[in-house]
Nanobody, 120 residues
Framework: QVQLVESGGGLVQAGGSLRVSCAASGRTFSMYSTAWFRQAPGKDREFVATINWSSINTYYADFVKGRFTISRDNAKNTVHLQMNSLKPEDTAVYYC?????????????WGQGIQVTVSS
């Protein structure tokens, strides 16, 4: 069993940057892909980015390509999402997920989510 805890959310102005992080418990974290999803008010949860266990493969939703970067540190059981050039439409609750399949990205374990708000 892996528990996922997100951190680093908050309020940022449009055009700014923010990094959200996810800390995982458990010894098997490094064995599987992880991902970030988000859910805006009144909308369905949507895929943002995923990274495989070795960090060799990453895959992004079209709407974040070139702006967001996913990374992981298996030694620290963490995964990060660096978000640059943020837009008001990036406002959402961001969820860390683990033990994910690749394209389509479906995950077995989820964090509680963290709020990211981008002001215009």
């Amino acid at each position: 069993q892996v528990q996922l805890v997100e951190s680093g959310g908050g309020l940022v102005q449009a055009g700014g940057s923010l990094r959200v992080s996810c800390a995982a418990s458990g010894r098997t974290f490094s064995m599987y892909s992880t991902a970030w999803f988000r859910q805006a008010p009144g909308k369905d949860r949507e895929f943002v980015a995923t990274i495989n266990w070795s960090s060799i493969n990453t895959y992004y939703a079209d709407f974040v390509k070139g702006r967001f970067t996913i990374s992981r540190d298996n030694a620290k059981n963490t995964v990060h999402l660096q978000m640059n050039s943020l837009k008001p439409e990036d406002t959402a609750v961001y969820y860390c997920a683990w033990r994910c399949t690749y394209r389509p990205v479906n995950c077995d374990y989820w964090g509680q989510g963290i709020q990211v708000t981008v002001s215009s």
